[in-house]
Structures are given as structure tokens and as C-alpha cells.
């Protein structure tokens, strides 16, 4: 299990790249936490969530399968996917 400070570590680069993809100024000042949801709080687009996916595989190696990983999911928890879940996604395939 990843520490607190490894995860708040991914949710500061996962909020980092974010901003870069949606590349919107109220993106970059809006608080991103845990609980920020991608579609309601972000309004991110499916293709920005596929070009944030891609950037994330390239800072975090070919172990972090997205498409792996969403395919588990049913509609409504993709829909309702927050940064939290993410980040938590991360940081369990990084761990040792």
C-alpha cells in the first residue's frame, strides 16, 4: 500500500498533467482533490481523459494498463470516476 506522501506525490503530478490536457484557465485554478470528479467537476471529454491516460502510461511506465483497469468498470463508475481513484489506481501498481 502506497504512503500518503506517494499518493498526495501522484495526485500533484496526475493534477499537473491534467492541467496541461484540458489546457482551460479555471482547470489550472480549480482545486483538484481526492474527491474531484473527472466528468462533473472537470467536465473532461473522453478524448482528453484517453490523452491524460497516454501521458500518465509515458510518466509511469507500460505497467499502469488504463484500458485494463477501465474495462472493470461499469458505465456509471466511469462516469462518476474521480482523481482519487486515479491516483489510488497509480499507487497500487506502483507499490512494491
Known amino acids: 500500500m502506497a504512503t500518503e506522501e506517494a499518493r498526495a506525490q501522484i495526485l ?11 489546457g482551460e484557465d479555471w482547470v489550472a485554478e480549480a482545486p483538484v482533490t481526492m474527491a474531484t470528479t473527472f466528468s462533473r467537476d472537470l467536465e473532461v471529454e473522453s478524448v482528453e481523459l484517453v490523452v491524460l491516460f497516454e501521458k500518465l502510461r509515458e510518466r509511469y511506465g507500460d505497467g499502469i494498463d488504463f484500458p485494463e483497469w477501465l474495462t472493470g468498470m461499469d458505465t456509471e463508475a466511469v462516469m462518476n470516476l474521480a482523481v482519487g481513484d486515479l491516483v489510488d489506481f497509480i499507487a497500487a501498481r506502483k507499490a512494491p
Open 12 to 22: 500533484r503530478e496526475v493534477t499537473a498533467i491534467l492541467q496541461t490536457v484540458v
